[in-house]
């Protein structure tokens, strides 16, 4: 009887040593929101990778937070006054890391650091930014801030008597705002304008003296060095 012989062969099994990658870095932006003497609206945005299967991208700085793969955004908030340092963190199916870091210095400018043409008054309220705003009623009033920095927002007040105002960067008209809103909030961040070369700008606001409802109430800027 012949006999019989069986072959076998052992599949290779190759272990996923290649971490994930960031094809975009980590990128960092003032937005629109609610701005407070301790936080600055931004957005962190970035796009994570991997060659097999990413799992999580996490943020370990300033504050510690679990996206899922796909997220590309966080809408977050930032301490003015110094440096911070945003740091994403992707995670691969196989625990493969790769970290990836930026950082922008967030700051609030305030109205009266602005230069004054026309007629403006100084309002007192906790809920405006240093306890204090200056508002102005008169066609062609005007505040000018000259500002270093890569990002710019205008910080003003709210309210159904509120009216228009016509914004100016570096001299250029950029567009006209209406400050207008049926409930009443301070501390918006209601323009801004990312994208900029980091070195000395202008911002300056006219008001248009709207009818019936001409007042622009401003708590100054918030920029990104």
Same mark, same amino acid.
């Given at each position: 009887?012949?006999?019989?012989?069986?072959t076998?062969?052992?599949?290779?099994?190759?272990?996923?040593a290649t971490?994930?990658?960031?094809p975009?870095?980590?990128g960092?932006?003032l937005?629109?929101?609610?701005?407070a003497?301790?936080?600055?609206?931004?957005?962190?945005t970035w796009?994570a990778?991997d060659?097999?299967?990413?799992?999580?991208?996490?943020?370990?700085?300033?504050?510690t937070?679990?996206f899922?793969?796909t997220t590309?955004?966080w809408?977050?908030?930032?301490?003015?006054?110094?440096?911070r #340092?945003? +740091?994403?963190v992707?995670?691969d199916a196989?625990?493969?890391?790769?970290? &990836? !870091?930026?950082? /922008?210095?967030? %700051? =609030?400018?305030q109205e009266?650091?602005a230069k004054?043409?026309?007629?403006?008054?100084?309002?007192?309220?906790s809920?405006?930014?240093?306890?204090?705003?200056?508002?102005?009623t008169?066609?062609?009033s005007?505040? #000018?801030? +000259?500002?270093?920095g890569r990002?710019?927002?205008?910080v003003?007040?709210? &309210? !159904?008597?509120? /009216?228009?105002? %016509? =914004?100016y960067?570096?001299?250029?008209?950029?567009?006209?705002?209406d400050?207008r809103?049926?409930?009443?909030?301070y501390?918006?961040v209601?323009?801004?304008?990312?994208?900029?070369?980091?070195?000395?700008?202008t911002?300056?606001?006219?008001?248009?003296?709207?009818?019936?409802?001409?007042?622009?109430?401003?708590?100054?800027?918030?920029?990104?060095?």
């Amino acid at each position: 009887m012949a006999g019989t012989t069986a072959t076998s062969k052992a599949l290779a099994v190759t272990a996923d040593a290649t971490a994930p990658t960031f094809p975009t870095r980590p990128g960092l932006r003032l937005r629109t929101g609610t701005a407070a003497t301790t936080k600055v609206p931004v957005t962190l945005t970035w796009k994570a990778a991997d060659d097999v299967l990413l799992r999580r991208v996490k943020a370990t700085a300033p504050s510690t937070t679990t996206f899922a793969a796909t997220t590309t955004a966080w809408r977050t908030t930032a301490r003015p006054g110094a440096a911070r #340092t945003f +740091t994403l963190v992707a995670v691969d199916a196989a625990g493969n890391t790769r970290k &990836a !870091s930026v950082t /922008g210095t967030p %700051v =609030i400018i305030q109205e009266t650091a602005a230069k004054r043409t026309g007629t403006w008054k100084t309002r007192t309220s906790s809920h405006y930014l240093g306890g204090a705003a200056l508002s102005s009623t008169t066609r062609n009033s005007s505040l #000018t801030w +000259t500002f270093t920095g890569r990002s710019v927002g205008w910080v003003v007040s709210r &309210a !159904s008597g509120s /009216g228009r105002a %016509v =914004i100016y960067l570096d001299g250029t008209k950029v567009t006209t705002v209406d400050l207008r809103s049926t409930t009443t909030a301070y501390r918006q961040v209601l323009w801004g304008r990312n994208g900029l070369a980091n070195t000395t700008h202008t911002l300056r606001i006219v008001v248009v003296g709207t009818a019936g409802r001409p007042t622009v109430t401003t708590d100054g800027i918030t920029v990104l060095r």
